[in-house]
């Protein structure tokens, strides 16, 4: 986007644990619009996207949840992926280093944050040789995890179902490929009379967790996870008395289901596990993070170099928390009793209610969501919702634009590669939409660009899209759809310009000059 930024990290690199391991949908087709999604299946492994239930980990047929994953269909040109945070970060913090203008500083702790008029003051502290720095920026988004150290200092509450129970997880090595009848499952529950807990690989290759619950208030604690009582856990839970284990570490976490009261404080935005904490069931926690950064970004920079109104950054928390919203309940749903889920950890059922909806499709989950208000032109409702729990694509104004492959082949190109730095008309050859929207770029500093939708496929993509074939509409950097004009406008540059207007919360940002591909640097540090 153009922005000079500055990372901090505590830690000396990135994690040393797997942590999450899917990567879903949504998430690969936003790494895939950067380049990455190639890396990061090559760094990833096969995992069968279900939950598995069964006595042993080597039972050759274990009950099955409703698939997880979302195979290869139409309706994206990327696919659900399993690939640990130990094999992720790194391909990202090799991207982000790999721009100047990107700064990265492990071993580095934030500890006291000053808001003033002109932006924030941030002291910072290095690790190791005790030496404080001061930064000042414009703004500060605290992706800083479910422990969040700047939402305990605007003293941001959650709001939530809270702490459901405590575990552990068990990382250890062990030749389990071999004793399997099929690939690793993506989380597999077993329970037995010896051990329970689940049970997933994060590497492919030898590497796993066990995920074993403990009961504080009946006296137990982590410190009772010894290597000897880890060993025969797992043995007892793969079901192989002699199995040669390699415990590489024990760690206590608590499972949580909460969001953020407030996602903003003046030049302070919440991303991630600060924003939202959520149980691993379903997958959800670190892609609706990563879908949080992909809506900010824009909008920060939109602000930064003048081509939208600072009002534009109120939007991030109007779109993006319903939708942590509904994922974090979905997280503690599928764990309810009776659920497909059920038993996956070891927490309080009393604490979680049934569901009250049918429970969506994971594709629904993660290509459907769409946003109610926020940073669009939106339509009268022209239907009713539909009514199952499946994903129907939709261009209407607040939903992810349906992909649609505009050229394939070896060089495909879908309407979500097409997610820039810019605003993307996408209209037909034969429509005056190309002209127009160079005449409003000519003149403004909003970024604006055109993409022709496929020739001979008139019938398929104005269906899909919504318009006639002298129609268009108009996507945002981050893919989702800002406004639809149906058919041709009587004056088009009149209506694109008022579209752009009330969109970016500035009728100022669609008048003066267009600054170079890429953005112009707004102040940074």
């Not at 920026?137 to 479910?146: F, I, L, T």
């Not at 009587?490 to 969109?503: F, M, Y």
């Amino acid at each position: 986007m153009g922005i000079p930024s500055l990372t901090v990290e505590r830690h000396p690199g990135t994690t040393i644990f797997p942590r999450a391991i899917a990567v879903n949908t949504r998430s690969m087709e936003i790494f895939r619009s950067l380049g990455l999604d190639e890396r990061i299946r090559q760094a990833g492994f096969r995992a069968l996207p279900f939950v598995a239930r069964s006595r042993t980990l080597i039972d050759p047929e274990p009950e099955l949840s409703p698939s997880l994953g979302t195979p290869p269909t139409d309706v994206s040109p990327a696919e659900w992926t399993t690939c640990s945070q130990l094999a992720l970060e790194p391909i990202l913090l090799d991207e982000a280093t790999s721009h100047p203008i990107a700064d990265v500083r492990f071993g580095v702790e934030l500890h006291s944050l000053r808001q003033s008029v002109n932006g924030v003051r941030a002291q910072l502290v290095e690790r190791e040789s005790g030496r404080a720095i001061e930064v000042r920026c414009r703004y500060v988004v605290a992706a800083d995890g479910a422990r969040s150290t700047v939402r305990r200092l605007l003293r941001v509450g959650m709001a939530g179902f809270g702490e459901l129970g405590d575990n552990v997880n068990i990382h250890f090595l062990a030749p389990l490929m071999q004793r399997l009848t099929h690939p690793p499952i993506f989380l597999h529950s077993v329970s037995n009379e010896r051990a329970s807990g689940v049970i997933y690989a994060t590497d492919g290759r030898s590497r796993w967790v066990m995920a074993a619950g403990y009961r504080p208030k009946d006296g137990e604690s982590p410190a009772e996870f010894t290597v000897e009582r880890c060993v025969q856990l797992v043995r007892d839970a793969v079901g192989v008395p002699e199995l040669e284990v390699e415990v590489l570490g024990v760690s206590p976490w608590t499972a949580v289901a909460d969001v953020a009261t407030r996602w903003r404080s003046g030049s302070i935005f919440l991303a991630g596990d600060a924003a939202h904490r959520m149980t691993p069931a379903g997958g959800l926690s670190m892609n609706t993070g990563i879908q949080d950064g992909h809506n900010l970004v824009w909008k920060l920079a939109a602000v930064m170099q003048r081509w939208a109104g600072p009002a534009l950054l109120d939007t991030y928390e109007t779109e993006r928390r319903p939708v942590a919203e509904y994922n974090m309940r979905r997280s503690v749903e599928l764990l309810a009793a009776g659920s497909p889920l059920d038993g996956f950890l070891d927490v309080h059922q009393a604490d979680i209610p049934p569901a009250t909806t049918p429970l969506r499709t994971a594709l629904d989950v993660d290509l459907g969501f769409t946003y109610p208000t926020g940073a669009f032109v939106a339509e009268h409702a022209s239907a009713a919702p539909s009514d199952t729990s499946d994903y129907v694509p939709s261009a209407a104004p607040g939903h992810r634009l349906p992909h649609l492959w505009l050229r394939e082949g070896p060089s495909s190109l879908s309407t979500m590669d097409c997610m820039t730095s810019a605003f993307t008309v996408f209209a037909g050859r034969r429509s005056s939409w190309e002209r127009e929207v160079a005449k409003v770029a000519a003149a403004s500093r909003v970024p604006l660009r055109t993409q022709h939708l496929p020739a001979g496929g008139g019938d398929t993509w104005t269906s899909l899209l919504g318009i006639t074939d002298s129609g268009c509409v108009l996507m945002r950097p981050d893919g989702h759809v800002a406004w639809r004009s149906r058919s041709g406008a009587a004056n088009p540059v009149a209506e694109l310009r008022s579209a752009l207007a009330t969109v970016l919360a500035d009728v100022g940002s669609t008048s003066g000059r267009t600054p170079p591909c890429g953005g112009r640097a707004g102040r940074g540090f």
